[in-house]
């Protein structure tokens, strides 16, 4: 049993070692999502967590933005379209309680942005140049971050 167990230790390791040393650039010059290139059937859905999963603001607030752009829409160039689709900045605007909270998120989110797309300076930058999938990813690792950093 033990072997069993330091046998999975060691691949988990190993894949940590891979996936924090490798980066390969996809075509958009940022790094390489296993969503976008594993196929599953349309009607599996990928696991999510819960909306609360985190009880620090920024990151909950991180966290409801990217449910409110699942459920309300994604748009560019507008932070509310007609249809009532949100850009990234006015999914955070309509969640957050204030704008400490804001603010804090913001300043979060951009850094997980630059940790991936450097060159990009700004939220409105990122957010006009990139698609849906690379700001949910984005939102997510923020959160995750906002988490860690107890805000």
């Given at each position: 049993m033990s072997d069993l167990m330091d046998e999975r230790l060691t691949l988990a390791a190993l894949a940590v070692a891979v996936n924090t040393a490798l980066r390969v650039p996809d075509a958009d010059g940022g790094p390489v999502d296993l969503a976008?290139?594993?196929r599953v059937p349309a009607?599996?859905?990928p696991w999510r967590p819960p909306v609360d999963l985190y009880?620090?603001?920024a990151a909950a607030l991180l966290q409801r933005a990217r449910a409110r752009l699942e459920r309300d829409?994604?748009?560019q160039g507008a932070t509310v379209d007609q249809d009532g689709a949100r850009c990234l900045y006015g999914a955070l605007r309509a969640e957050a309680a204030d704008a400490a909270e804001l603010h804090d998120a913001?300043?979060?989110?951009?850094?997980?942005?630059?940790?991936?797309?450097p060159d990009e300076e700004t939220l409105p930058g990122f957010k006009d140049t990139h698609g849906p999938r690379?700001?949910?990813?984005v939102l997510d690792q923020a959160a995750d971050l906002a988490h860690a950093r107890n805000l």
């Open positions: 976008d290139v594993l009607a599996v859905e009880p620090t603001p829409g994604w748009c913001l300043a979060v989110l951009l850094d997980a942005i630059r940790r991936h797309f690379a700001v949910f990813r």
